[in-house]
Antibody
Framework: EVQLVESGGGLVQPGGSLRLSCAAS????????MNWVRQAPGKGLEWVSY????????YYADSVKGRFTISRDNAKNSLYLQMNSLRAEDTAVYYC???????????????WGQGTLVTVSS | DIVMTQTPLSSPVTLGQPASISCRSS???????????LSWLQQRPGQPPRLLIY???NRFSGVPDRFSGSGAGTDFTLKISRVEAEDVGVYYC?????????FGQGTKLEIK
């Protein structure tokens, strides 16, 4: 069974840092591209960042570029998001989401974690 | 960036009746590889999103056949043939044709 479990969220002051983790199980993590997607309270979904299966290709939303860093450790089946210079508008539930294969999911976000809440407030 | 626009934003539906959600993209979602990477997600209250439909019209594993997708180019539709109570939630269209990935604003499906 595919499982994605996020951790590392919490309350942080503006300008602070936080590192999110996503532990993957039930599939060959090193074969799949991954993303972080966030959802502000009561709002819609916002894509944050993408990383290829090897980690060699990375993209960011303009809203986080230069402040957030996505990474992965395929040996540990883990995805990370280092968040620096946090702002109030970064307050959201952060989900890790797998990119499905072309055949099985048309490269859609086929599995999601339960999310971890990040609150940026003084 | 590709802007995804959904209509309606709210849809009250009677149980057993059909429902339809439209999604329009600001530019064609046809990828250079010939595929159209438009998918639909369902987010039930208090839950993470769940993939329903991928590449316009393909149901993901385990998705009931009352859900169907259609469209081409820039105009897409999600249809539910007969709404059930468990279908309550917010539905999002999303594109994976180019970065940044973008989502529609979401359509809230509720029971009348």
């Amino acid at each position: 069974e595919v499982q994605l479990v996020e951790s590392g969220g919490g309350l942080v002051q503006p300008g602070g840092s936080l590192r999110l983790s996503c532990a993957a199980s039930g599939f060959t993590f090193s074969s799949y591209e991954m993303n972080w997607v966030r959802q502000a309270p009561g709002k819609g979904l916002e894509w944050v960042s993408y990383i290829s299966s090897s980690g060699s290709t990375i993209y960011y939303a303009d809203s986080v570029k230069g402040r957030f860093t996505i990474s992965r450790d395929n040996a540990k089946n883990s995805l990370y998001l280092q968040m620096n210079s946090l702002r109030a508008e970064d307050t959201a539930v952060y989900y890790c989401a797998r990119v499905g294969t072309l055949a099985a999911a048309g490269r859609g976000f086929d599995y999601w974690g339960q999310g971890t809440l990040v609150t940026v407030s003084s | 960036d590709i802007v995804m626009t959904q209509t309606p934003l709210s849809s009250p539906v009677t149980l057993g009746q059909p429902a339809s959600i439209s999604c329009r993209s600001s530019q064609s979602l046809v990828h250079s590889d010939g595929n159209t990477y438009l998918s639909w997600l369902q987010q039930r209250p208090g839950q993470p999103p769940r993939l329903l439909i991928y590449k316009i019209s393909n149901r993901f594993s385990g998705v009931p056949d009352r859900f169907s997708g259609s469209g081409a180019g820039t105009d897409f539709t999600l249809k539910i043939s007969r709404v059930e109570a468990e279908d309550v939630g917010v539905y999002y269209c999303t594109q994976a044709t180019q970065f940044p990935r973008t989502f529609g604003q979401g359509t809230k499906l509720e029971i009348k």
